[in-house]
């Protein structure tokens, strides 16, 4: 029981105040309990803990030595430690890693203590079968990833060879940085995470995250390099992040359900997305989403709900509030007729159902005239869009526009601009 007592805390996340009063069709967002994080994140090691030092596996830390084979090494040691372990990456290393695996169950509650920095091989270290990723995580329980070092993505020759930065290459994947793939109260915390491949952090298919105090960089024309995404995962807390990527500072995609993000600093990139959703005309689920106190700078859009034509399902119950934008081209949007291709994408009659959605207290510069974009299906039209509180201008204090399609929406307080009406 010491031990359960020393690994596990209760976090509670209270929904927002008077949120069910915005809108009839707006359901607010329950109390949820987020349970079971590990504790220890962020203090020195314990006496009880057994460490596993990836040195005495044979790793040089050299940073042109590959340190993969001593990792596993160490890795298959930790995972079969009946008492909680600890795979320390000491400070003042640098260790080359090729693709590689940390998979689970393991018999024990696991912290990686990433004190060194561990950066990924040349482009040419990769063969076809596993370009989608550099290191996972996986089927893991009680894992902690924390211990303020780096990882660096050594990204610059996969961007260079990307489709989107020149024409003349094929459009291929490149590798996500970190996955988190079916883990069971993980949290991730006081980490570097830079200049990724494509995706800096994903986190698929997890229950129970706790996600604190990362910085993630990378340049601004670095392509496809989402700092956090997150999928089919339930229960999560963001908190305390600077993010600074080539895309979406956070994407959320299909099930994703009661996450709660607050104390993000965005720019650049495209800012924070609920979305692609539906995409390939598939079902999509993401709900109970709560965006608070964030700062944009500089950042293609601000909040964004982006679903394609033919897909199914819902965005709903989403909060954004406590948001300041400086200079944001698009700073609250929603596209239910989103298009990534090249091709005109073929009208359809099936859509993302888009509703209960809340914005308040949001001020700041837009860098277009347009700060308010609502461009919702014709078969499905947003609803429940709740605007309380708004205050965007342009750079030099102009008045800002809105435009709207297909949307219904109502609004509390001072809202500027002043809301479009609505148009079929």
Not at 78 to 93: E, G, Q, R, T, Y
Not at 286 to 293: A, G, M, N, R
Not at 355 to 372: C, E, L, M, Q, R
Request: proline content about 4%; some cysteine; charged content about 15%.
């Amino acid at each position: 029981m010491a031990m359960q007592k020393l690994f596990f805390v209760f976090l509670l996340i209270l929904s927002s105040n008077n949120i069910s009063c915005y809108s009839s069709s707006f359901v607010s967002l329950k109390e949820t309990s987020y349970t079971n994080f590990p504790k220890y994140l962020g203090r020195s090691l314990k006496a009880s803990q057994t460490t596993f030092n990836v040195i005495s596996y044979g790793a040089k830390g050299d940073g042109t030595t590959d340190d993969t084979k001593a990792f596993e090494k160490a890795w298959t040691a930790v995972c079969a430690s009946a008492h909680s372990a600890v795979l320390l990456i000491p400070n003042n290393k640098k260790f080359l890693l090729k693709p590689i695996t940390f998979s689970g169950p393991c018999k024990s509650p696991i912290q990686v203590a990433v004190h060194g920095i561990i950066i990924a091989p040349s482009r040419s270290a990769w063969n076809s079968k596993s370009t989608t990723h550099w290191m996972v995580f996986k089927y893991l329980r009680n894992l902690a990833v924390t211990g303020g070092g780096t990882i660096n993505g050594n990204g610059n020759a996969w961007w260079q060879n990307s489709c989107k930065i020149n024409k003349s290459k094929p459009c291929t994947k490149a590798p996500t940085a970190m996955t988190f793939y079916s883990c069971n109260n993980l949290a991730l915390t006081n980490l570097n995470v830079k200049d990724s491949q494509q995706i800096h952090v994903s986190i698929e298919k997890c229950n129970s995250v706790n996600v604190a105090s990362l910085t993630v960089t990378a340049p601004s024309t670095s392509p496809n390099t989402d700092g956090l995404h997150i999928s089919s995962t339930t229960n999560i807390v963001i908190t305390n992040c600077v993010i600074k990527t080539g895309d979406d500072c956070m994407s959320i995609e299909t099930g994703t359900k009661n996450l709660k993000a607050t104390k993000i600093t965005c720019g650049p990139g495209h800012g924070i997305s609920i979305g692609s959703l539906g995409d390939d005309n598939s079902m999509a689920r993401v709900s109970d989403v709560l965006i608070d106190t964030v700062k944009l700078y500089g950042t293609t859009n601000g909040v964004r709900i982006k679903t394609w034509q033919g897909g199914s399902g819902y965005a709903k119950n989403i909060i954004f509030q406590n948001i300041v934008m400086y200079n944001v081209k698009n700073p609250i949007i929603i596209d239910q007729n989103y298009c990534d291709s090249n091709k005109p994408c073929k009208t359809q009659k099936s859509a993302v159902e888009v509703s209960g959605i809340v914005y308040k207290n949001i001020k700041g510069t837009t860098a277009s005239d347009v700060a308010i974009k609502l461009s919702c299906s014709k078969t499905m039209s947003c609803r429940g869009i709740q605007l309380q509180d708004i205050n965007l201008v342009t750079q030099n204090n102009k008045s800002a526009r809105s435009a709207c399609q297909n949307a219904k929406w109502s609004k509390i307080g001072t809202v500027i601009p002043t809301p479009c009406s609505y148009t079929s």
